[in-house]
């Protein structure tokens, strides 16, 4: 069975740092195109990042408003993606959601939120 | 970026009715528009792709529909577990999201 489990979220300052954690179980991360994806309170979806499974060059993507600051990545031993995010500002602000591609499957999401 | 634009942005409609849901994209993404369904404090779940495949386990009242750019999601008589907001996506170029469209109950 499937299941994706997000951690690392909270509050944090302008400017600051945070890193996701997204364990998976059921599959191997690294055969795998994982997303992440938000959600600002009350709105809609936003694809953040991207990489692609080990045997498709394991290439990494970014939307246009957090590239240079993100970065996606994955430990193939603990099975995890992870969504490194700098220099963090107040419209980053969201719940971040791990994807796997195919099947299409989401994990619980995790709230970060940015605020002085 | 391709811009996903849908309408209306609320839908109010009485059990057993039908549904229809707009989507328009601002150019054209082939095949690869998919829609999500999300119900409150819960992540999206996945509908339809490709246009018109019903992924695993979704009954045969929701179906799409559409080509190039203007794409529909029609559930032909409404549950009360499908009232929920609605998301079309496109995978042609990255991936982009629309608005979304609330189904609510009339």
């Known amino acids: 069975e499937v299941q994706l489990v997000e951690s690392g979220g909270g509050l944090v300052k302008p400017g600051g740092s945070l890193r996701l954690s997204c364990v998976a179980s059921?599959?191997?991360?690294?055969?795998?195109?994982m997303n992440w994806v938000r959600q600002a309170p009350g709105k809609g979806l936003e694809w953040v990042a991207r990489?692609?499974?080990?045997?498709?060059?394991?290439?990494?993507d970014y939307a246009a408003p957090v590239k240079g600051r993100f970065t996606i990545s994955r430990d193939d031993s603990k099975n995890t993606v992870y969504l490194q995010m700098n220099s963090l500002r107040t419209e980053d602000t969201a719940v971040y959601y791990c994807?796997?591609?195919?099947?299409?499957?989401w994990g619980q999401g995790n709230l970060v939120t940015v605020s002085s | 970026e391709i811009v996903l634009t849908q309408s209306p942005a609320t839908l109010s409609v009485s059990p057993g009715e039908r549904a229809t849901l707009s989507c328009r994209a601002s150019?054209?993404?082939?095949?690869?528009l998919a829609w999500y369904q999300q119900k409150p404090g819960q992540p999206p779940s996945l509908l339809i792709y490709d246009i018109s495949t019903r992924a695993s386990g979704i009954p045969a009242r929701f179906s799409g529909s559409g080509s190039g750019t203007e794409f529909t999601l029609t559930i032909s008589s409404l549950q009360s577990e499908d009232f929920a907001v609605y998301y079309c996506h496109q995978y042609h170029n990255w991936r982009t999201f629309g608005q979304g469209t609330k189904v609510e109950i009339k």
């Open positions: 990489i692609k499974s080990k045997t498709d060059g394991g290439t990494t």
């Open positions: 994807q796997l591609r195919t099947p299409d499957f």
């Open positions: 059921g599959f191997r991360v690294n055969d795998a195109w």
């Open positions: 150019q054209s993404v082939s095949s690869n």
